[in-house]
């Protein structure tokens, strides 16, 4: 997702505040004792599962509503709104049985017919879904998303109320994993057709089947709350009352509130980080989000491949890491995220590693003189875009510093950052030169990652194509779905291919520094998915 998932996705430190007041009892008969104050650093851009695509709103989507799993510890999945599922021998077929109970906040029944609904909604070609990819594999999909078929084709069926069946063409090795992930979640029709276009835009024209409801977000403001939905199947053991949120793009303002006590988690900068390594209650969130640059390869510059590596190899990424990012940041070795995958005990990242984002000012130059000559330009200016944080501002800052300080005076670096929603149009709509994009995995899976890049994807915003590239996907995807070895290695091929050709040029693996009050329990943060699970979270006194 675009983590700005944009999966991609900003660069996104996904900020924590807590109250202290909200510390109490472990009765739930005092609820104001259970009430959270949590700090985001980035606005949202939609609730609408169809069309949702950053991680912060996938985030809001994840607890206040629910499919039919949800993403648990370690983004295993654990029980939602299935009851009970049945695989065929083939892996093609999966029947759900869905609990009796389930309701909307608006006091409707949680059906089959729900689920139905919501993915022909998102995958129909009118609904513009950046997320419809996510569906290959399911019988049909492909052709409805080409407009070659109606969407009531697609491979999903309601036997009933509480019967929902899929029907695949091939196999998806985690297509479990994705049922936990918003744009799979079931969607009320009655809701969306009564609001029309305004339906996710605001936190009133939308209703809820999770663990909370959401109030007070108006589709621009910085400060909205959740409120533990009445309604939830489960919602015996959900021990919050409520959490309240506000946008705090700076972490210094973040850190000042949990201070003096009016947050209970704070994201840290680089140097707060390590100023308060030691003291109780620090932590470092390992991320399943990657951070690289994305070049606009329409663009005769950056479709040349050596003005692409040029830049990348002038870039310090352990500077980078130590300097402006601080504790916990990982320098990649591609585009897949450590600690995302293993097979046969191995770390992807670790199989998938190549030479190719090394630091070399000497080569950088003469791969960047060599790239001008041949796009036939005497110099080169472009603009860097990114998110208006405080620490993407410290990002593009620094790439700037680098490349005109590495590359010599034929290249000039304008910087332009924006609001996470004017990011997020612009990257979709190739409206820039060259950004610095985010990505968290969707599911703890490489190809989260890898099928951004491939030809037409809706996130390949760079429109960087290779076809070999494409044909080891596909591999990977359809010849070699159910074979796990054969698969990793077409993944691993990728991946190679995709580094040494820098069609897009990874940064640093973001992992979060906080400093979080040791009297918040059972907060689930997972690498990949949903990010924070707030279903389990409780203050203790």
Sequence with gaps: MKATKI???????????????????????????????WSEDTELSSLDPSKTTDSQSFDMLGNSMEGLYRLGKDSKIEPGIAKSTKVSKDNLKYTFTLRKGAKWSNGDEVTAKDFVYSWRRTVDPKTGSAYSYLFDGIKNVNEIIDGKKAPSTLGIKADGKYKLTVTLDKNVPYFKLLMGFPVFFPQNQKTVEKYGSKY???SKYMVYNGPFTMTGWTGSNLSW???KNNTYWDKKNVKLSGINFKVNKSPSTAYNLYQSGKSDMSPLSTEQARQLSNKKGFRVDKSGQMTYLEFNQKQAAFKNAKIRKAISLAINRKQLASKIMGEGTEIPNGVVSHGLAKNNGKDFSEEAKTNDLRYNESEAKQLFEQGLAETGQSNLRFTLLGADTDQSKDVTAFIQSQLEQHLGSKIHVDVSNVPLKTRLSRSREGNFDVVVANWVADYSDPISFLELFTTGNEYNDGSWSNSQYDQLIKAAKTTNAANE???WDNMVDASKILSKDMGVSPLYQQNSPNMVNPKVKGLIVNAAGIVYNWKDTYIKE
Excluded: N, Y
């Excluded at 505040?17 to 609820?31: N, P, Q, R, V």
């Design 200 to 202: 996710g835009t605001a």
């Design 7 to 37: 999966v991609s996705v900003v660069a996104t430190t996904f900020a924590l505040g807590l109250t202290l007041t909200a510390c109490g009892s472990k009765s739930s008969s005092d609820s104001s004792k259970q009430v959270l104050r």
């Design 225 to 227: 709350k959740f409120k």
């Design 485 to 487: 070895d054969k698969r």
